[in-house]
């Protein structure tokens, strides 16, 4: 486009020349677009300016489209509809992006926690456009650390400055393995060193489980030294079913949702407990929306817990 057009041009222009054209009528055209007459005469008169030709034939009767005018009429009423379009889908993308809540969290929290968070919360904050982002410990504390994320719930995969961690809740550690295991059918309570002398499946090093486990003293040789390391909670699924070695995972990460005969026993001595924590960037504030939601977790981090049987899941206790 000619710089001197683009430096005139208005869309108040175009638009009252679409009005005029379509009405026929410069009054009803005025009374349409809420301004004077004599205001919108020269308006279109501005606007056949900078066109540089008629564009309309005025009698005293009727306002007719010149030919220019009946070949511009389609042309400019196209860019008034792609103008409003673009506003309005930029409105619409500003909206979702405000009510937008990017949360980083582990998939145990993903599939046991959040569903049902989410679906009591948007009862009163039906808006809210809720994305999870599933990822291990240090992706997680690397989402929120880039701004990827607004916030993030898992155990703490390493201490950062730049990163706040609130406890939220926390679940207890125990066996897991199919249920025709002789450690399943066993009826006294288990310990760790019931596990002795029996194939062990591990997460991988750069798991937040395996990092919870290194810390532990007194665990069994088997725990240590791993029959089996697998990445994923499904491929380890996958071996407990054959019934001949076991693993050891927090209680929401226990992989019974993906097959019924695997099963979840509470192991002591040592007790070891899962803690998961909102991790937040400190050198820049929440948004709304997202501080909104944290608040609302921290508010029914009991209610939550509630659904898990046996005080599996908890809310620690707050530090001294």
């Known amino acids: 486009m000619n710089s001197k057009i683009a430096r005139n041009l208005t869309i108040k222009q175009i638009r009252a020349f679409v009005s005029v054209a379509n009405l026929g009528s410069f009054s009803q055209a005025a009374q349409k677009l809420a301004i004077s007459q004599p205001a919108l005469s020269l308006t279109v008169q501005q606007f056949e300016e900078i066109v540089g030709v008629a564009l309309l034939k005025r009698t005293t009767r009727s306002v007719k489209l010149t030919e220019h005018g009946r070949e511009l009429l389609p042309k400019a009423q196209k860019l008034l509809n792609d103008i409003e379009a673009a506003i309005g889908e930029t409105r619409a993308s500003a909206e979702r992006r405000e009510n937008e809540i990017k949360i980083a969290v582990l998939p145990s929290v993903a599939i046991r926690i959040l569903p049902e968070a989410m679906r009591a919360y948007r009862e009163n904050a039906a808006q ?51 249920a025709g295991h002789p450690l399943a059918m066993r009826k ?25 486990m290194e810390g532990v003293e007194r665990l069994p040789r088997c725990v ?50 899962r ?8 050198d820049r504030p929440v948004p709304a929306t997202a501080e909104n939601f944290m608040r609302f977790l ?20 707050p530090a001294d």
């Not at 993906?258 to 407990?273: A, G, K, Q, T």
């Not at 803690?275 to 400190?282: F, H, W």
């Open 275 to 282: 803690e998961l924590c909102l991790i937040t960037p400190r």
């Open 298 to 317: 921290k508010g029914h981090s009991n209610r939550i817990c509630s659904m898990f049987p046996n005080n599996t899941v908890d809310v620690p206790a």
């Open 188 to 212: 006294h309570a288990l310990t760790w060193s019931h596990l002795e002398h029996t194939p062990f499946v591990a997460m991988a090093a750069d798991t937040g489980i395996c990092r919870l």
């Open 224 to 273: 240590q030294e791993p029959a089996h390391t697998v990445l994923t909670i499904a491929a380890l699924a996958g071996i407990l079913e054959n019934r001949e070695a076991v693993s050891a995972l927090p209680a929401l990460a226990a992989p019974d949702y993906l097959n019924p005969s695997l099963v979840y026993r509470e192991l002591s001595e040592p007790v070891i407990h």
């Open 128 to 178: 809210a456009n809720i994305r999870l982002q599933d990822d291990n410990g240090r992706g997680i504390q690397l989402q929120v650390k880039s701004g990827a994320a607004d916030f993030g719930i898992c155990n703490i995969w390493m201490n950062d400055p730049d990163l706040d961690f609130v406890p939220f809740m926390r679940d207890r550690v125990g066996l897991v393995c199919h």
